[in-house]
């Protein structure tokens, strides 16, 4: 299994080429919501199914 297409140790090794897939500052806002969104989404329905479970034992 050799490379291909001339694609040598050092194009494997060059980081530069990443630096398009890094995150802006609103990207890193986002994956930071999304986490803080599905916690409060589940303590709501949580709270949600507690009450609606007390509701029906009174």
């Known amino acids: 299994m050799g490379l ?5 140790v050092e194009a494997l090794t060059d980081l ?3 630096a ?3 995150f802006l500052v ?3 806002i986002i994956v930071a919501l999304i986490p803080l ?5 589940a303590m ?4 949600f199914t507690v009450i609606s479970a007390l509701k029906k034992m009174l």
Do not use: D, F, K, T
């Not at 291909?4 to 040598?8: A, D, M, P």
């Not at 709501?44 to 709270?47: D, G, K, P, S």
């Open 4 to 8: 291909r297409y001339g694609v040598g």
């Open 16 to 18: 530069s080429s990443l």
């Open 20 to 22: 398009g897939l890094a």
């Open 26 to 28: 609103y990207g890193w």
């Open 37 to 41: 969104a599905v916690a409060a989404l």
């Open 44 to 47: 709501l329905m949580a709270r």
